[in-house]
C-alpha cells in the first residue's frame, strides 16, 4: 500500500510531531512468523512490530513501471541495471541515510549511484523522462537513482513529487509521469481492483515470479511495461508501543484478536480502502477497530500517535532503518 501524503501542511504537522516524539525515520519494518522488531527513536521510546503470521502481505519487491509511449531499449537498459544491483540490505542503509542522518534522497542517490557505478555502461538515450517519487524518503530516493543513471544513459531526466497511488498512477497512464519506481505486490492489487472491482480475488501472491506476470498482464492493458524486479523489497507492517505489547502479550497480529480494549488503527488516508491495510487486517486476521485516524504511512505522524496513545496500532514499514530484532 505505498502511497502518502503530499502537502506543505502536512509537511509542517510532520515536523512538529517528529520533534515532540523524536522519532527517527519515516519508514518501517515487517518481519517473520513468530518474531517481534522494535523501533527506537532518540528518545528511547519503543515501537514493536507485531509478525504477520499470517502473511496477509504479499511480494513487495521495487520494480520499474514505465509508461508504454517512452520505452526504449535504451531507457529498460538504464532502469534494468538498477535492478539488477538493488537490495533490501541497500534500501534499509539509504533510508537509514535520509531518515537518521538527514541527508536529502538527492544526495543519497547520488552516493548511491556513484558507489554501484551505474552511470557507466549505459548509453542511447533520448528526450524527455518524468520520474515520479510519493512523498516519503524511499520513493524519493528511488527516484533521484533512476534520474541520475537516465540522465548517463543520455535522457532529459527529472524527478516530479506525487501523492498517493489514485493520483500518479492515472498520471502514469496518461504521460504525465512516466517512470516510476512501484512496489510489486501492491501494484498489482491496486491494478486489479481498478480492473475488476473490490472483491476481485487477489492475484498478487509470495510467489515474485508469478505476481510479475500478473501485473505485467494488468499493466499492459492500461499502457504500461514493467520492467525487471530488483532483489530488493519493501512490506506493509503494524506496529504497537512495547508497553501495549507486553501488557496484552500480544507477539502477532492473530494475537490481537483477543483483545477486548479500545483498538484505533493509524495510518495514511487510504488504509481503510486498502486490501494490505484495514480491509485485510478485518478480513484476514477478524480485526475488529474502535476507529480509524488519518495520518501518514510510517512516518512521523503514526509513530507519534502511538507513542501518545491516540492509536494503538499503526501502519509502518519493513525497510525502516531504526527497526531491530527484539529477542
Known sequence: MRSRRNSLHLAAVAVVALAIAGCGGSSSTSTGSGTVDQVKSSAGDELVVLADDQHLQTVDNVVPVVNAKVDSPALEQALNAVSKVLTTDDLLTMNKSADIDRKSPAVVASAYVDDKKLATGVSGGSGKVVVGGANFNESQILANIYAEVLKAAGFDASVKPVTNREVYEPALERGDITVFAEYAGTLTEFLNKKANGP?????????????????????????????????????????????????????????????????????????????????????????????????????????????????????????????????
Do not use: W
Request: charged letters at 15%; proline letters at 5%.
Open 199 to 327: 472483491t476481485a480475488a487477489a492475484m498478487a501472491t509470495g510467489d515474485l515470479t508469478a505476481t510479475v506476470t500478473a501485473l505485467r498482464g494488468l499493466a499492459e492493458k492500461k499502457g504500461l511495461k514493467v520492467l525487471d524486479p530488483a532483489q530488493a523489497a519493501d512490506q506493509n507492517a503494524f506496529a504497537v508501543t512495547k508497553n501495549f505489547a507486553q501488557n496484552n502479550n500480544l507477539h502477532t497480529l492473530s494475537d490481537l484478536k483477543n483483545y477486548k480494549g479500545k483498538l484505533v488503527l493509524g495510518g495514511p488516508p487510504e488504509c481503510p480502502t486498502r486490501p494490505f491495510c484495514q480491509v485485510g487486517l478485518e478480513q484476514k486476521y477478524g480485526l475488529h477497530f474502535s476507529g480509524f485516524s488519518s495520518l501518514d504511512a510510517g512516518g512521523p505522524l503514526v509513530k507519534a500517535a502511538l507513542k501518545s496513545g491516540k492509536v494503538q496500532i499503526g501502519l509502518v514499514f519493513s525497510t525502516d532503518s531504526s527497526l531491530s530484532t527484539l529477542s
